[in-house]
């Protein structure tokens, strides 16, 4: 009967990842970063299946691999409650419903339709403040669960302004992951060494 009884709950909880990011993915417009704080929401305050830092972590992780936002964090939360079929779970339930939605546009709509219909035009006009407010709202988060103050705050202004700018490798995201990994690890390095040599005889 226990056996029973745990296999039923890890069909329950799988379910319940797929249909947390199948509903994600239905609602959410805008990529990846829209969908930042709507996942956060789900997954650290009202299912609490990992913690904020946690959360914040596997962030940093999907940014910094190649590929979609969106799935990447799917895909890093899913393995992270539920190891790798957790991970397929989440990224089907992320994919799924933008790829049906996609597949019915394409069959019932065309650009020309969507373009000359009012009602259709009007919609999308009022969604795009909405996924500005959905982009800027996991920024703010993740700026506070960071701590960022203000001695620190500069870095990530001028990185996304070297980047807005648009100046060649120098704007590239790919240089500013790879610089802000290694001035993280000078930050750790630097003082675990000096408190090496202060106890050495």
């Given at each position: 009967m226990s056996q029973i009884k745990d296999n039923t709950d890890i069909q329950s909880s799988y379910w319940s990842l797929f249909s947390t990011f199948f509903k994600i993915g239905a609602f959410t417009f805008g990529g990846g970063?829209?969908?930042?704080?709507?996942?956060?929401?789900?997954?650290?305050?009202?299912?609490?299946?990992?913690?904020?830092?946690?959360?914040?972590d596997l962030l940093a992780i999907a940014q910094s691999l190649p590929g979609i936002l969106a799935v990447n964090i799917a895909t890093a939360v899913g393995d992270?409650?539920?190891?790798?079929?957790?991970?397929?779970?989440?990224?089907?339930?992320?994919?799924?419903?933008?790829?049906?939605i996609i597949l019915a546009i394409a069959i019932f709509l065309t650009p020309d339709t969507i373009k000359n219909n009012r009602v259709i035009s009007s919609i999308f006009m009022g969604i795009r403040p909405a996924v500005v407010a959905l982009i800027i709202a996991p920024v703010v988060t993740s700026a506070q669960a960071a701590k960022l103050k203000w001695k620190t705050v500069w870095i990530p202004l001028v990185v996304a302004l070297m980047?807005?700018?648009?100046?060649?490798?120098?704007?590239?995201?790919?240089?500013?992951?790879?610089?802000?990994?290694?001035?993280?690890f000078l930050f750790w390095w630097l003082p675990q060494r000096k408190k090496t040599k202060k106890t050495k005889p």
């Open positions: 970063w829209a969908m930042i704080s709507i996942i956060e929401r789900e997954i650290v305050d009202k299912h609490h299946w990992i913690e904020r830092d946690d959360f914040l992270k409650i539920k190891g790798g079929k957790g991970s397929i779970t989440a990224a089907l339930g992320t994919i799924l419903p933008s790829f049906i980047i807005s700018l648009d100046m060649g490798t120098v704007s590239s995201p790919i240089l500013y992951i790879v610089l802000g990994a290694l001035g993280g």
